[in-house]
């Protein structure tokens, strides 16, 4: 019922800056939160960063200052800006949405993105 397509993603040196978007369809009233997790090989998925309807932001202590999350207008698309990124930073980033669908909210994963810092 609903579909995340995740965009961007890919290789970059350390130090430098990545985006990546995630676009959501299907039928739904409405998407209280959007966000994006990662997961690195041998680590549990962590929260990056989210952001609600009401444009509420909340980032993970390791990417404050660097990452900044933002939505478009019908708060159904969802950004990533990385900027000044580590290798710690690698992993495969996760879009997620909080989606309200007969008054329900429900849980959506999109398929996930790699993103690789390294020189």
């Known amino acids: 019922q609903v579909r995340l397509v995740e965009s961007g993603g890919g290789l970059v040196q350390p130090g430098g800056s990545l985006s990546v978007s995630c676009a959501a369809s299907?039928?739904?009233?409405?998407?209280?939160?959007m966000g994006w997790y990662r997961q690195a090989p041998g680590k549990q998925r962590e929260l990056v960063a989210k952001i609600s309807s009401g444009g509420s932001t909340n980032y993970a202590d390791s990417v404050k200052g660097r990452f900044t999350i933002s939505r478009d207008n019908a708060k159904t698309t969802v950004f990533l800006q990385m900027n000044s990124l580590k290798s710690e930073d690698t992993a495969v980033y996760y879009c997620y949405a909080l989606v309200v669908i007969d008054r329900d909210g429900r849980d959506s994963w999109g398929q996930g993105t790699q993103v690789t810092v390294s020189s």
């Open positions: 299907g039928n739904f009233q409405s998407i209280a939160v």
